[in-house]
């Protein structure tokens, strides 16, 4: 995300479990194991996520681009945030696994 009033990096980290709940109760479909479909739906989350906040940030004054989300699997990934700012984390519980959102902002002077 960037803007002239700010500079910033999101990132969503599903459980592999959840992902695989969340494709099933979206689409019927339980696959055994993490595929390209579920990156794909993984993708889409994102999408929702990240608009729906480009959305309550406008209406709050802030304005910016964004780019395409890219999604990364694998047990030993890492995510890599494109600001220097601090990183907020939120956890979150479900029945079915984890999900942690992060983000993060530079104040752009």
């Known amino acids: 995300m960037i803007g002239p009033q700010t500079k910033g990096s999101f990132s969503v980290t599903f459980e592999e479990s959840l992902a695989l709940e969340i494709m099933f109760r979206m689409l019927g ?3 055994k194991s993490i595929n390209e479909e579920v990156t794909d739906m ?3 989350i994102t999408n929702m996520v990240t608009g729906g906040a480009k959305r309550i940030l406008g209406e709050k004054g802030y304005e910016f681009s964004m780019a395409t989300p ?3 699997s694998g047990k030993a990934h890492t995510i890599t945030h494109k600001c220097d700012g601090p990183k907020i984390l939120m956890p ?7 999900v942690h959102i992060e983000v993060s902002f530079d104040n752009q002077k």
Request: charged share 40%.
């Open 42 to 44: 993984v993708g889409e």
């Open 92 to 98: 979150f519980d479900s029945d079915f696994g984890k």
């Open 70 to 72: 890219v999604v990364v």
């Open 29 to 31: 479909e339980r696959p």
